[in-house]
């Protein structure tokens, strides 16, 4: 008996190795998206193999800011979003296994006890009744023989599809770790307004109280008193609208870190960031660290897999089938050798014959995704392109922007001291000094908003490239 089936395993086995080698699925090749030699905002591209496993780093650490960096870390710990894409890559990652699972045999184990009355009227009965207890224990397989590759190639889709949702994971943190410091700069770009227009509405005040003084003095017009409360009212009115605006954007920090925006506070600070500096040249391996693209890539080749399953499903299916253990009525020991039994089978193969072109078109309907999936890789590849380009063409512009409004804020700041020395000599009216005053105010929470659009163009040069420290 032993001999009987080490024969049958081999011949199984045998087969099993001579037609597991097919695969249905087509030959894998990515998507070709042309490259440049380099980007047109800075010189020194060379095209580089993908890294988007590469650790990141904590890259918001170049701004300097304690407060920043406790932000970002609790955004890792609390963030929903972020909890939602483990989830999802955990699920994803569970799914493969679940999948592999189906490349090994599925073995169970069995037993019973039971006590059976026959019949006297049996068939081939000796005319008599009879009463017996009858034991088992044993194991029962079985397994998908993949002639064709249909297992083979869900499990590859179905690891594609896990380390793509691991690109997502990776894509969602990124996103989050941008989205905090984005939100954290603006904010302490609203502090440094919010503090320049409450000296200004100090400013504005003194200039008031001057013109009301003169005005009961007879030497200035109801019409300048009324210019000079005019600009004390609006510059007021500035604050409001700007702590408005810093609220809004401290409840966004407290939605990405987790907080409830009732309970969550961040003190204000004025004090200057520091600046990372914009790169003047970008190696090819900042942009193959991008986890989107990785996750595009990876979903191409599962959809790739997926046309094998698809295409298998028009060959026959084998199922093998068996069975084992020992059976004994109670007269002896239960796992002797005469109580031996087993099977061998069923070995049933099911063939489509008729489903009115089904399996047909769920070929095309996997290329079709493949098509979509390659042509989804490509734009993913475009729009990393244009979003480095952006940033980098951004955090010049800005720069330079930056650079002539510090000293128009200077040159306005100017001008408005020496309209007021004029105003007190007499030597203007108070309109001098009032248009001289809104262009220093004007000019100097421009000069703000630019250099906050500098950091948020670093911010965003750090997306674009993956999660790389710009230095």
């Given at each position: 008996?032993?001999?009987?089936?080490?024969?049958?395993?081999?011949?199984?086995?045998?087969?099993?190795?001579?037609?597991?080698?097919?695969?249905?699925?087509p030959a894998y090749h990515p998507a070709q998206v042309p490259v440049p030699e380099h980007f047109a905002e800075t010189p020194g591209w060379q095209q580089a193999v993908p890294m988007d496993g590469e650790a990141?780093?904590?890259?918001?650490?170049?701004?300097?800011?304690?407060?920043?960096?406790?932000?970002?870390?609790?955004?890792?710990?609390?963030?929903?979003?972020?909890?939602?894409?483990?989830?999802?890559?955990?699920?994803?990652?569970?799914?493969?296994?679940?999948?592999?699972?189906?490349?090994?045999?599925?073995?169970?184990?069995?037993?019973?006890?039971?006590?059976t009355r026959v019949s006297a009227d049996r068939p081939s009965s000796t005319g008599r009744a009879q009463t017996y207890d009858l034991y088992s224990v044993g194991g029962t397989f079985s397994y998908e023989l993949d002639f064709w590759g249909r297992v083979r190639n869900?499990?590859?889709?179905?690891r594609a599809e896990a380390a793509a949702s691991g690109g997502d994971l990776a894509s969602a943190r990124l996103s989050l770790q941008a989205q905090v410091a984005d939100a954290y700069v603006r904010l302490r770009g609203l502090d440094g307004q919010v503090k320049f227009l409450r000296d200004t509405v100090v400013t504005y005040q003194r200039a008031w109280q001057l013109n009301h003084d003169r005005h009961e003095g007879g030497d200035a017009s109801a019409v300048d008193e009324n210019r000079a409360l005019t600009q004390l009212a609006a510059a007021k009115a500035q604050v409001a609208a700007t702590q408005a605006l810093r609220a809004a954007t401290e409840h966004e920090i407290a939605a990405a870190v987790g907080e409830v925006a009732s309970t969550f506070h961040i003190g204000p600070d004025a004090g200057a960031m520091a600046m990372p500096a914009i790169p003047a040249s970008t190696p090819a391996q900042l942009l193959q660290r991008r986890p989107d693209i990785a996750a595009a890539e990876r979903r191409m080749f599962e959809a790739n897999a997926q046309i094998g399953v698809a295409r298998a499903a028009q060959f026959p299916?084998?199922?093998?089938?068996?069975?084992?253990?020992?059976?004994?009525?109670?007269?002896?020991?239960?796992?002797?050798?005469?109580?031996?039994?087993?099977a061998l089978g069923p070995l049933a193969a099911t063939l489509p014959v008729f489903d009115a072109g089904k399996r047909r078109a769920q070929v095309h309907q996997a290329r079709a995704q493949f098509e979509g999936a390659a042509a989804s890789y490509r734009g993913t590849v475009i729009a990393a392109f244009?979003?480095?380009?952006?940033?980098?063409?951004?955090?010049?512009?800005?720069?330079?922007?930056?650079?002539?409004?510090?000293?128009?804020?200077?040159?306005?700041?100017?001008t408005a001291d020496l309209a007021m020395i004029r105003y007190?000599?007499?030597?203007?009216?108070?309109?001098?000094?009032?248009?001289?005053?809104?262009d220093a105010l004007n000019a100097e929470r421009t000069r703000i908003i630019v250099e906050t659009q500098r950091r948020q163009a670093s911010i965003a040069l750090v997306k674009a490239m993956g999660g790389e420290v710009p230095r």
């Open positions: 008996m032993v001999v009987e089936m080490k024969r049958t395993w081999a011949l199984l086995a045998l087969t099993g190795t001579a037609l597991g080698g097919c695969n249905m699925a990141r780093g904590t890259w918001w650490e170049a701004f300097n800011d304690p407060q920043l960096n406790a932000l970002e870390v609790q955004a890792e710990k609390a963030s929903p979003t972020l909890a939602a894409a483990l989830a999802r890559y955990d699920a994803a990652t569970a799914a493969a296994r679940v999948s592999s699972a189906a490349l090994l045999p599925e073995v169970a184990a069995t037993g019973s006890a039971q006590r869900s499990v590859r889709a179905a299916t084998v199922m093998l089938g068996g069975s084992g253990g020992w059976l004994t009525t109670g007269g002896g020991a239960l796992l002797s050798e005469p109580d031996t039994v087993w244009q979003q480095v380009e952006d940033a980098l063409s951004n955090g010049r512009n800005y720069a330079d922007e930056a650079r002539e409004q510090t000293v128009a804020a200077q040159a306005a700041m100017r007190r000599d007499g030597a203007t009216d108070y309109l001098e000094v009032a248009t001289a005053q809104a």
